[in-house]
């Protein structure tokens, strides 16, 4: 099993520029989840889906949408990139809200 | 507001020692808590769930204590190694809520 898998594992953008991060799970997982990690802010919640076709926004959803179209696959994206979503971006999955969840290796997006 | 601090950005303890991190919280009622692994370049890693009418949880060398009258958790790793340096997150989760709040984590250095 490959877990969870980000694709790509570092982007560098323009002001502006669109583009889309994929997350992938082979474990079946309802629930996925978007990350952004900063120095010294630790983990804040994007966005997160509980099933198939649902999503919901987080602690920090402005500027980023996402996708849920298959169990599997659970897509950022960010429509015109701004300075301020440079970050190291984590895609996590788990069983039910009230398990571990995993995650995946990450994705370090520049924004210039 | 609600809040989650842990005790202190880095850590540093003598190999053989037993590590203590401490995860305190505010405006929170949890239904449990979670510590998480994570080193540099790469995604957390769970390590323990313990929920809000659990005293105690051990796994090998870890241990962790869920005090909810101080609103504090106690993460505890005994006969430390280097190889346990890492930085350590703890997170919670509200009573009917399907999301996890992180901290900003713990840089622990265990120094041969």
């Known amino acids: 099993n490959a877990g969870v898998t980000q694709t790509p594992k570092f982007r560098v953008l323009k002001t502006g520029q669109s583009m889309t991060l994929l997350c992938a799970q082979d474990?079946?997982?309802?629930?996925m989840y978007w990350y952004r990690q900063d120095p010294g802010m630790g983990l804040r919640l994007i966005h997160y889906?509980?099933?198939?076709?649902?999503?919901a926004k987080g602690e920090v959803p402005d500027g980023y949408n996402v996708s849920r179209l298959k169990k599997q696959n659970f897509l950022l994206g960010l429509e015109s990139a701004a300075p301020s979503q440079t970050s190291v971006y984590f895609c996590?999955?788990?069983?039910?809200?009230?398990?571990?969840?995993?995650f995946g290796p990450g994705t370090r997006l520049t924004v210039t | 507001s609600q809040k989650i601090e842990q005790n202190s950005e880095a850590l540093n303890i003598q190999e053989g020692k037993t590590a203590t991190l401490t995860c305190n919280y505010t405006?929170?009622?949890?239904?449990?808590l979670q510590w998480y692994r994570q080193d540099p370049g790469r995604g957390p890693v769970f390590l323990l769930l313990?929920?809000?009418?659990?005293k105690e949880k051990r796994k090998e060398r870890l241990k962790v204590t869920f005090d909810t009258t101080l609103k504090q958790s106690l993460f505890h790793i005994t006969a430390s190694q280097p190889a346990d340096s890492a930085t350590y997150l703890c997170?919670?989760?509200?009573?009917?809520?399907?999301?996890?709040?992180f901290g900003t984590g713990t840089r622990l250095t265990i120094i041969p």
């Open positions: 996590a999955s788990g069983w039910t809200a009230f398990n571990e969840q995993y």
């Open positions: 474990m079946n997982h309802e629930y």
């Open positions: 889906s509980v099933g198939e076709g649902t999503t």
């Open positions: 405006n929170y009622s949890p239904a449990y």
């Open positions: 313990i929920r809000e009418n659990e």
């Open positions: 997170a919670l989760a509200n009573f009917g809520n399907e999301k996890l709040t």
